[in-house]
Nanobody, 129 residues
Framework: QVQLVESGGGLAQAGDSLALSCAAS????????MGWFRQSPGNERRAFVA?????????NYEDSVKGRFTISRDNATNTVFLEMNNLKAEDTAVYYC?????????????????????WGQGTLVTVSS
């Protein structure tokens, strides 16, 4: 099993930046894709944000965060990062880290969420306007 622990959430004002991180531990794989989803207040659905392959090539972003968010990873520490710039009130959400050994960054966006190997517990990001 793989365990994911997110950190870095908090309160920000519109236009500010925040960085999230997620460390994977347990039976990790060097080939795993890692990514981020978010669940906005009052929304039952978790929405895709970004995902990155083990090599870091061709990360996948949801359209509303392109140009503002950057996903990266450190394979030596099994950690994925999400740098969030120019935050907007609509970015307010609980952000969840995900991990999967076989899915690509595109597949992470498209596949049913219950197929992923692991989810983190979530970290809250609140952006005030």
């Amino acid at each position: 099993q793989v365990q994911l622990v997110e950190s870095g959430g908090g309160l920000a004002q519109a236009g500010d930046s925040l960085a999230l991180s997620c460390a994977a531990s347990g039976l990790t794989s060097k080939d795993a894709t890692m990514g981020w989803f978010r669940q906005s207040p009052g929304n039952e659905r978790r929405a895709f944000v970004a995902a990155i392959s083990s090599t870091g090539s061709r990360p996948n972003y949801e359209d509303s965060v392109k140009g503002r968010f950057t996903i990266s990873r450190d394979n030596a520490t099994n950690t994925v990062f999400l740098e969030m710039n120019n935050l907007k009130a609509e970015d307010t959400a609980v952000y969840y880290c995900v991990y999967d050994r076989t899915l690509t960054p595109l597949a992470i966006e498209l596949m049913p969420h219950d197929t992923f190997d692991a989810w983190g517990q979530g970290t809250l990001v609140t952006v005030s306007s």
